[in-house]
Every structure is written in structure tokens, then in C-alpha cells.
């Protein structure tokens, strides 16, 4: 990669004391991308490159993984490489992303599926309540759910 592709893509990272954050365009989920990166296909995501640029190429059928949780974060430390399911893996062990997101209710802290089970229905029937603008998580949990008469 040419000295001018690197210098370019460093002049738009903002170094933090934690994080080295990416500031130019983001895609749908957050993550720093790359439309100019011809080097790469043409389009590529911030962490996928800086991976690239200290530690070499990305094997097939892994993926770049942020110890940090910071999708805009370039940090090479705080980057690490895995399959699709260590990333899985690593979502649900820190309770963010998905229906593993954690709520709180009555000072109990808990994922949403976990929720469902004490509640005692459907996990998509819950997370459906919740993520309704007009549902909070404490009507979601505490409303009982209308049966279908079939």
C-alpha cells in the first residue's frame, strides 16, 4: 500500500487515550468505511483496514473484532481476529447487541432473553413489545400477552 493511501487513511482517525476513533463516513451499524480503497476492492470497513496495515491480511472466514466495543475504533490493540461465531460469542458474553442487549428492572439486571423466560413467554413476542417506541421495558414485562383465540 502506497505511503499516500496510508498517510490518507491516518488523517482521518482521531487518536483518543482509549480509542483512535474513525471520522469520516459510517455505514449502517456504525463501522468506519472506506469508499477509495482500491487496494481493497474499492470499499472496506476503518478496523478491517487498519487490521490490514499492522498485522498483514485477513484469512478467509474471519472477521476483525473490537475488544472495545467501539465500532468507529481503528485501534490495532483493540482489534482482534475470529470467526463469526467468536464475535457471536464475544456480544453475548458482554450482554450488548441484539436481545442480549441487558435490561434493568426492580434493580435486576438482565438480558432480554433471559427476561422472556422469567416472564414466561416468547422471546420474539417480548423483544417485539420493546423495541416499540410506545412500549417501555417495565409495561413489556409486566402486561400480559393477549392470546389468539385459535
Not at 414466561?120 to 383465540?149: C, N
Amino acid at each position: 500500500m502506497s505511503p499516500a493511501v496510508v498517510e490518507r487513511f491516518w488523517s482521518a482517525v482521531r487518536k483518543g487515550e482509549t480509542c483512535w476513533e474513525w471520522t469520516r463516513s459510517l455505514d449502517g451499524g456504525g463501522y468506519g468505511r472506506v469508499f477509495d480503497a482500491k487496494e481493497f476492492g474499492g470499499r472496506e470497513k476503518a478496523h478491517r483496514i487498519s487490521w490490514m496495515l499492522h498485522f498483514g491480511p485477513i484469512p478467509d472466514g474471519r472477521v476483525i473484532c473490537h475488544h472495545c466495543d467501539n465500532t468507529r475504533c481503528v485501534r490495532p490493540d483493540h482489534l482482534f481476529i475470529g470467526t463469526q461465531a467468536d464475535n457471536a460469542r464475544d456480544r453475548e458474553q458482554k450482554l450488548r447487541g441484539g436481545n442480549s442487549r441487558p435490561f434493568e428492572w426492580k434493580g435486576q439486571r438482565a438480558s432480554l432473553r433471559e427476561w422472556a423466560r422469567r416472564v414466561g413467554i416468547a422471546e420474539g413476542t417480548l423483544s417485539a413489545r420493546v423495541h416499540q417506541r410506545r412500549w417501555s421495558f417495565e409495561k413489556a414485562i409486566t402486561t400480559p400477552v393477549r392470546r389468539r383465540p385459535w
